[in-house]
């Protein structure tokens, strides 16, 4: 991955070359500026910045938008790592592992307890 310094970016804010720095990655968005649904004047307005995720985050855009943003990566801003990275919404993980065993495994014993309790204590 290129490490890209924030000062490089600074020089690419013209309709020429586009780069919008979003989550610490670097996206040249020159390409796209015409086909953007928002028009091209916001992006380019964020473009250059050192940070537009929270322009880019304010907008609410769908997944899809977020999608088209892996094509157009250049690389990572230097010492991005420290950059808090907000994770794509992603479908959140089915309901298994032993987080979830540790409470049905108890519950599915009480159940067994109570029905054989119920049926050989029963006078
Ligand atoms: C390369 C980065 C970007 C991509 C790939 C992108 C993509 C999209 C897409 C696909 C939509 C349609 C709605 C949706 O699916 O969410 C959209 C709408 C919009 N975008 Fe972006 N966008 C980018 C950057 C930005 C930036 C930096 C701004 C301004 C800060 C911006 C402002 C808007 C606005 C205002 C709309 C709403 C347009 C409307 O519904 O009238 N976008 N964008």
Not at 4 to 16: C, F, G, M, S
């Amino acid at each position: 991955m290129t490490i890209i310094n924030i000062a490089d970016v600074a020089a690419h804010k013209t309709r020429d070359s586009a780069w919008l720095v979003l989550n610490g990655k670097v996206y040249d968005a020159t390409k796209f500026l015409d086909e953007h649904p928002g028009g091209d004047e916001v992006i380019l307005s964020e473009c250059g910045k050192p940070d537009a995720t929270e322009a880019f985050d304010d907008i609410g855009h769908s997944d899809e938008a977020r999608a088209l943003l892996a094509d157009m990566l250049v690389g990572t801003v230097e010492g991005a790592a420290e950059i808090k990275q907000k994770p794509v919404p992603t479908r959140p993980a089915a309901n298994t592992g032993p987080g979830f065993n540790a409470v049905l495994v108890p519950i599915a014993l009480l159940g067994a307890y109570l029905a054989w309790r119920a049926y050989f204590l029963s006078p």
